[in-house]
């Protein structure tokens, strides 16, 4: 018998090694982001540009982030487990969501114990004061993206639309954005056909 021949368990063995490495690339993914990111809505934007094109396409991308802000909880515990499942199932997903849970929860018992020692001086609230016109920016910024990735085909009034009445539902007539995501997903059954 020929030994140079390929034992039936040598594919099987492949399939592994390969499945391991999607699962630690989605560790790594998710670490990275988490670390590089510590606001969950923030990190949409460093994960749009880690995930789409080579874990993702952007659709599926929208589709994650439309999906995961319909469900109540953390955007990127959501993130981790849509992106992760969909790309490695049940391992991809434990393997993302540890990814996703380990940095902040680091960060956030180092930031807790900074906070209790420093609480109440004027610094403190200075530079949270600070931050808060930063974050905003940045959400504006991953917004756009989104909106761009999400209609790149048909970028025309009816993208304009759906925008402007989300807007007015949820600034002017304060509707929960979960009910205004909804709606915007059957208009553009509509709008999109």
């Not at 439309?66 to 049940?90: R, T, W």
Request: glycine share 8%.
């Amino acid at each position: 018998m020929n030994s140079s021949l390929p034992s039936p368990e040598e594919p099987v063995v492949i399939k592994a090694q390969s499945k391991f490495k999607v699962d630690m690339r989605l560790f790594w993914i998710f670490l990275k982001v988490n670390l590089l990111t510590t606001a969950g809505p923030t990190s949409v934007g460093l994960l749009y540009k880690e995930t789409v094109g080579t874990i993702l396409s952007e659709t599926q991308f929208v589709e994650a982030v439309g999906f995961s802000n319909l469900v109540p909880g953390s955007e990127a515990l959501k993130l981790a487990m849509f992106i992760g499942y969909a790309s490695g199932g049940v391992p991809g997903l434990i393997a993302a969501l540890l990814g996703a849970i380990i940095p902040p929860t680091v960060i956030m018992l180092t930031v807790a114990s900074i906070l209790v020692r420093f609480q109440g001086q004027d610094w403190m609230k200075h530079f949270i004061r600070g931050m808060s016109p930063a974050v905003g920016v940045l959400l504006a910024l991953v917004s756009w993206q989104l909106m761009r990735a999400g209609s790149r085909q048909s970028f025309k009034w009816r993208t304009l639309l759906i925008a402007i009445l989300s807007f007015i539902a949820l600034v002017i007539f304060k509707i929960p954005p979960q009910y205004v995501l909804i709606c915007a997903g059957v208009v553009g059954l509509f709008l999109f056909r």
